[in-house]
Structure formats: structure tokens, C-alpha cells
């Protein structure tokens, strides 16, 4: 079949070059052929489509990554971890929504014993962008709780997608000095992206599910340094209202502290929009529930704006530890 010719319909072509194809040309054939019939023949198109869609997927990466960090509490004024205190904790299973449509599910864990804690947040893309984008991550925490403040001990994070995974391993030494471990290696640019005494003290991502609450049992009211092994920001929560919600398809129905959440960049993530419309904004909001008879403050809801649309992360099922577990585990295949 010989090819399609196209004729724009706002500029005539000149003698010796092609006229510029614009969306809404129309081809030889009388037959009207928008963006997308163009895209399809022009490589450069694809290029373009293809950069978007890996942009979108970075952005939502990103988007989602940080609705999963934003904290939940253990509040220290319900009850004190005894040394001796047997395991406890609770599992949810939630999933994520972006402008109306779910982009992702997964399940987050968090169990106690003693003074130590492990946390484990699962999380894989859904809906339409899993066909387009297939990428599952999951971030597991472990530490210590030392009175008022956690001292984590290691943070891994694992991602696939589109068959591509890469790991990462933060190891923390007693002074709270994470050391990096990255595979595939991180290039140059990146490994300085934040420097050491910006990465001290700090939390992993995962680790703000479980910070110690003041003596007046508010979760809210706090800043939390959060280092990923790429980026670092702040977390400030402050105390918003007290709210009555129904989370989707039921899975938390009843009272639960709003707080306002703002985030602020320190280090290797300035460049990224959506931490720019975060910091810009005052409308990010998380909502922390009491489970467990009161022992846990955990995340049930969090609403956020992003690039891409404004995002909830929802809980669609909340349960203790040891009730029903194995439904959250991702399938194998």
C-alpha cells in the first residue's frame, strides 16, 4: 500500500518541504486524521509519547511513594512497650486513586515486640497504568523504639518495574548514620545528590508509620526528618480536626485525627514537580484512626494533589495482626 499523504489545514506547504503536520490534518484520502493517527507514523511522536509516559510513571512513582510515607503513630501515652510485651500490630489493605481512576493496591504491617518494631509496606500499580506500567515495590523497616524516639536499624526497598528492578539497602549505625547500598550503583550525580550530615538522624519513609506521640496523645503537631537513600525532606504535620469518615468500600468507619501535612525538600528532590505543588500547597491531609483498642494511631486516609491529578490512598480493610494475614500477600506471579 502506497503511503498516506497528509495536507495541514492552516499552512500551505512550500515548494521542496513538507507542509508541517498539525493535530486535525487531514489525509489525501479526504479522511480526517487527528493527533494520534499522526503519532502513530512519525517516530519522533513515539519518542515524545514514550518519554511521557515514563515521566508519568516517575511522577506517580513519586506521588505514591510519598502518600505512603506521610506518618502514622504509635501514641506512647496508650500504653508503654514492655520489653516482655508479646508481638502486636495490625495490617491494612488500601489502594490508591489519581484524578477518579485506582493507579495502585497494596497492604501495610506493622508489628511490635518488645521495644522493637518491623514494618512492611507492599504496593503495586493497578487499573490501567499496570497495562502500560507493570511495577510493584516493597519497603520493609526495622528498629527500635527508644522512649519518645525510633531508632531504626535497616530500611530495604525493592522495585520492579517493566521487568527492570533495582535494590536498596540503608544500614544505620548507632549515632543514626545511614550507610547506602544501591544495585544497580547509583551514578556520581546521585550519590551526591545529598550530603552526610544531611542524611544523620533521620527516618526512612517507611519508619514514619510509627513515631512516638506526645504526652497529650495528639499524633499530629511534629516534624519528621525523612531520608530515602535519594532524597531528603521534612514532614510537618499539624493538628487539623477531628473527623467522622467511611474510608472506600468500608474498610474504616468512624473517628480519626486529620492533620494537615506540608512537606519541605532539603536535598535531591528540588527539581521534582510534584514535591514543588506539595510544598506550594496547604492541601495535603492524612488521617490517623485509633486500632487496636486504642494502642495504634494508623494511617486510614490520605489526600494529596499531584501533577498527574489529586491522589487518595484509601484502607479497604483494616485487621489485627494474625486475623486473616495471608490475604495481603501479592500473588506470585
Not at 149 to 161: C, D, Q, V, Y
Not at 273 to 293: N, Y
Request: with cysteine.
Amino acid at each position: 500500500m502506497a503511503p498516506v499523504a497528509y495536507l495541514s489545514k492552516s499552512a500551505p506547504s512550500s515548494p521542496g518541504r513538507s507542509a508541517p503536520v498539525r493535530p486535525g490534518a487531514v489525509r489525501m484520502d479526504g479522511k480526517a486524521c487527528g493527533r494520534a493517527c499522526h503519532d502513530r507514523e512519525n517516530p519522533l511522536a513515539m519518542d515524545r509519547a514514550m518519554h511521557e509516559r515514563k515521566r508519568t510513571g516517575r511522577n506517580l512513582a513519586l506521588a505514591l511513594a510519598l502518600a505512603a510515607a506521610i506518618g502514622a503513630a504509635l501514641p506512647a501515652s496508650a500504653k508503654t512497650v514492655e520489653p516482655e510485651a508479646t508481638a502486636e500490630g495490625v495490617l491494612a489493605d488500601y489502594t490508591v486513586y489519581i484524578g477518579g481512576l485506582i493507579v495502585a493496591e497494596g497492604s501495610m504491617k506493622a508489628s511490635l515486640e518488645g521495644e522493637s518494631y518491623r514494618l512492611q509496606n507492599r504496593l503495586g500499580s493497578a487499573g490501567l497504568p499496570k497495562k502500560f506500567w507493570d511495577a510493584r515495590w516493597t519497603m520493609t523497616s526495622e528498629g527500635r523504639v527508644d522512649g519518645d524516639k525510633l531508632r531504626p536499624s535497616s530500611f530495604a526497598f525493592t522495585s520492579t518495574e517493566n521487568d527492570e528492578t533495582k535494590k536498596r539497602l540503608l544500614t544505620y549505625n548507632d549515632a543514626g548514620m545511614p550507610a547506602l547500598s544501591f544495585d544497580p550503583p547509583l551514578s556520581p550525580e546521585e550519590r551526591e545528590s545529598t550530603l552526610p550530615f544531611e542524611r544523620k538522624g533521620t527516618l526512612d519513609p517507611v519508619s514514619t508509620f510509627l513515631v512516638p506521640v506526645a504526652n497529650d496523645g495528639n499524633p499530629c503537631n511534629r516534624k519528621l526528618p525523612v531520608f530515602d537513600g535519594k532524597r531528603r525532606y521534612d514532614l510537618d504535620l499539624t493538628f487539623d480536626r477531628i473527623d467522622t469518615i467511611t474510608t472506600r468500600d468500608n474498610g474504616y468507619s468512624g473517628e480519626a485525627v486529620r492533620c494537615k501535612v506540608r512537606i519541605t525538600p532539603r536535598a535531591g528532590m528540588e527539581k521534582a514537580k510534584l514535591t514543588k505543588t506539595m510544598q506550594q500547597r496547604d492541601d495535603t491531609r492524612i488521617w490517623l484512626a485509633p486500632v487496636d483498642s486504642g494502642k495504634f494511631y494508623f494511617p486510614v486516609r490520605v489526600q494529596m494533589r499531584t501533577p498527574i491529578g489529586g491522589a487518595v490512598l484509601d484502607v479497604v480493610r483494616l485487621r489485627p495482626l494474625g486475623v486473616n494475614t495471608a490475604a495481603a500477600d501479592f500473588p506470585s506471579n
